[in-house]
């Protein structure tokens, strides 16, 4: 039985109830190739500002499938798609509030592919353990001394 094969027995008694242990998305080297490409087109084209970005647009774009930019995301980040793109969103929306930018910060949630501030400030908190505007008071405060 070949892996992948084995990896969809495995989820499919998981979820039946009768395989106790979440099986581990399966490994390849396609699935490490497509998911090399997705990240690179990420960070090289800036996806991750599309505040309607999907698993699925990303997967089209990267010319593979959801399913292994999915795996690849999982195995190499240890997150989900959209923690992956938030964690994307948030550093780009620090490198904003530190610049000499004065937009508001609901204007930077935007500009960084966020629906709204809220969201921005709940990833924010999460990865750099401050709010957005947190951040923006302390750069200020340590940019004027």
Known sequence: MNSRRGYFLKKLLYLSGLL??????????AV???GRRADQL?????????????I?????????????????????????FREYVNSMRVRYARE??????????????LECGFSNLRTMNRSYKAL???LPSQERRD???NRSL
Not at 42 to 54: F, G, I, V
Not at 56 to 80: D, F, H, P
């Open 56 to 80: 699925s647009k990303l997967a089209r774009a990267a010319a593979t499938n959801r399913t292994y930019v999915s795996c690849y995301i999982r195995m190499t980040k240890g997150c989900n």
């Open 96 to 109: 904003l509030l530190r610049s000499e930018k004065t937009d508001s910060l609901s204007d930077i949630a």
């Open 139 to 141: 750069y200020l405060r």
């Open 128 to 130: 750099f353990g401050k």
């Open 42 to 54: 990420m960070a090289s084209k800036l996806l991750y500002l599309d505040s309607e970005l999907t």
């Open 32 to 34: 490490e190739k497509a």
């Open 20 to 29: 106790y242990e979440k099986p581990v998305c399966y490994t390849s080297a």
